[in-house]
């Protein structure tokens, strides 16, 4: 097959389509080199499809930006954003770390046997959480007084002491309103995340006091949000946190060995959206953290962390439906198709916008184009995919819409008792489930039906 030329930037976050995209010279797109009616032949539909080149891209580009920074540095992954073996083979490909919020992401983790370091996030980690971290050597980030409370209580109850050590990162509100969605804001001064600015030296005098179950302080931790398209915030927030470390290294004596900057970049979902490319988000991190630790401040550089979810998974996914009806109303045409807000419960959550494409029509017939709203099959009037796509579209097409790899499958439900899809990874000409598809057993196994029924 003869591919026609499509023009990428060359990021993988700054692209809709991932890497691997190709039109055909039968008008068809393929994706890992293979058309997607053969994917969906052989998956079916509604299809999670991801991109392991883009993948591996994007990973490579986050480790090229930070190989500038002078000092140690570790890239982990946000799982949060889409999280299997799969993804935790390839990433540990990379030598990256990994952000856990769960036990369940844990035991993903341990299942695929992850080398790197691991850190345990959450505003409100369970105590068998926190008892795997200690079991498992993670790194503990701090959210709030009954974190560090409970992880001493834990340690000791398991007759640890100093002997052995629970590192923990403290994560602190920066007061940034970074300008996203609010429900995707996590720096600003009333975020439920982390601890105001005024209440960290108490906090490390409370680690302190637990010195003696092995609690050891590390450094801080922030996060600013999600879905960023500019990189400035970065440099404004680790302007705070050199201030930081230079209060705490003036009034307590000791710099702090660790920072983490958390995730956040970016992805194109629309033509609209301009983030910042990879690579440059990430050395741009690096020189503002030489800049405002080492050149303003003469303090020495910490072990950096970064922990980017969307920006390395997100250009990656594509997921496929087919068209099953269309209705022309007076003012609005609609197009359904077999999935919708239970595969990505991103538009109806945060009001996403994504791009569709008629992937067995890539170019439309002449005259045959029109605005249509793509939605789902579910029972919410919300339930939209693309509010308007202009569509050479019929009953039977296969739609595929781009940029669903973060934030579609780890948000998936079965609303409607309907069965989440199968994700699959193509490179190369092959394609393989990396979570397979539900069956209606697997929908029933957890039901009950109690004895006075
Ligand atoms: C603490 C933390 N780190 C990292 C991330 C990843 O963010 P993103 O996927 O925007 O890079 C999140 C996302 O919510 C987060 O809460």
Not at 31 to 47: H, R, T, Y
């Amino acid at each position: 097959m003869k591919f026609k030329e499509i023009t990428r930037l060359t990021s993988p976050n700054q692209n809709i389509m991932p890497l691997s995209a190709r039109v055909g010279e039968d008008n068809i797109l393929y994706l890992g080199g293979i058309s997607v009616p053969e994917l969906v032949k052989k998956f079916e539909s509604p299809l999670w499809v991801m991109c392991q080149e883009t993948i591996e891209q994007s990973l490579k580009d986050i480790l090229e930006g930070l190989s500038l920074y002078k000092g140690k540095s570790t890239a982990c992954y946000a799982g949060k954003a889409f999280l299997c073996t799969a993804i935790v083979r390839l990433i540990d490909k990379y030598k990256f770390g990994l952000d856990v919020v769960s036990q369940g992401e844990m035991e993903t983790a341990r299942q695929a046997n992850f080398a790197g370091p691991i850190f345990l996030h959450g505003n409100n980690k369970s105590d068998l959480e926190l008892r795997s971290a200690i079991e498992r050597n993670l790194i503990v980030v701090a959210d709030n007084r009954e974190d560090i409370e409970k992880l001493a209580q834990l340690r000791r109850e398991a007759g640890l002491d100093q002997d052995s050590a629970t590192e923990i990162l403290l994560r602190i509100i920066p007061g940034i309103d970074l300008d996203t969605h609010d429900h995707i804001k996590t720096g600003h001064e009333t975020s439920k995340f982390g601890i105001p600015l005024n209440k960290i030296d108490e906090m490390i005098e409370l680690v302190a006091s637990f010195k003696d179950a092995g609690l050891r302080l590390i450094g801080l931790h922030a996060h600013i949000g999600s879905q960023a398209m500019d990189i400035e915030p970065f440099a404004e927030v680790i302007e705070i946190f050199a201030d930081l470390y230079q209060k705490v290294f003036e009034k307590f004596g000791f710099h702090m060995p660790h920072l983490d900057i958390g995730g956040g970049l970016g992805i194109a979902y629309t033509a609209n959206d301009k983030p910042a490319a990879l690579k440059d988000w990430t050395a741009f991190i690096s020189r503002s953290m030489h800049k405002s630790f080492s050149d303003k401040r003469n303090l020495p550089l910490p072990h950096l962390s970064i922990e980017p979810g969307r920006c390395l998974v997100g250009t990656a996914g594509v997921t496929l439906y087919r068209v099953g009806r269309t209705k022309d109303l007076d003012k609005v045409s609609y197009l359904s198709v077999d999935g919708g807000m239970a595969d990505n419960p991103r538009p109806i959550t945060y009001q996403a916008k994504y791009t569709a494409a008629v992937a067995n029509r890539m170019e439309p017939r002449p005259n045959k184009s029109k605005p249509w709203s793509i939605v789902g099959r579910y029972c919410e009037s919300g339930d939209i995919i693309v509010e308007e796509a202009e569509l050479d579209a019929e009953v039977g097409d296969l739609l595929a819409v781009f940029a669903t790899g973060a934030y579609n499958f780890s948000m998936a439900s079965n609303y409607n008792r309907t069965l989440r899809p199968t994700c699959i990874m193509v490179k190369d000409g092959r394609a393989e489930a990396i979570v397979e598809g539900e069956t209606y057993q697997d929908l029933l196994a957890r039901d009950k039906m109690p004895s006075w029924l």
